[in-house]
């Protein structure tokens, strides 16, 4: 059965930063497409980052870009967002996803992902 799992949510005030983590059981992360989506209330989840099944490529949503990082420690079977200059506009609940084969659609649609964690909130306000 997979299991993923995300902390490290929670409240920071505009321009600061959070580490989210989502931790894998039953897959294998470094065998798998992994993306992180974020679901602001009344809006419909949308891509934020995606790591490759190689690893070797990252993408990012344009809001994103430049101030979020995504990574994964295969050891910990740990999939990570690192965000930085948060903003009001990054309030979301954000979801791990994984798919454990290379999605054709480049891993940027949520339907590309077939395990979903549970979400964790991150709420930027000061």
């Known amino acids: 059965q997979v299991q993923l799992i995300e902390s490290g949510g929670g409240l920071v005030q505009p321009g600061g930063s959070l580490r989210l983590s989502c931790a894998a059981s039953?897959?294998?992360?470094?065998?798998?497409?992994m993306g992180w989506f974020r679901q602001a209330p009344e809006n419909e989840r949308e891509f934020v980052a995606t790591?490759?099944?190689?690893?070797?490529?990252?993408l990012y949503a344009d809001s994103v870009k430049g101030r979020f990082a995504i990574s994964r420690d295969n050891a910990l079977n740990t999939l990570y967002l690192q965000m930085n200059s948060l903003k009001p506009e990054d309030t979301a609940v954000y979801y791990c996803?994984?798919?454990?084969?290379?999605?054709?659609?480049?891993?940027?649609?949520?339907?590309?992902?077939?395990?979903w964690g549970q979400g964790t909130r991150v709420t930027v306000s000061s």
């Open positions: 790591i490759t099944w190689s690893g070797g490529n990252t």
């Open positions: 996803a994984a798919v454990p084969w290379s999605p054709p659609g480049g891993g940027r649609r949520a339907t590309d992902y077939n395990y």
């Open positions: 039953g897959l294998i992360i470094s065998r798998s497409a």
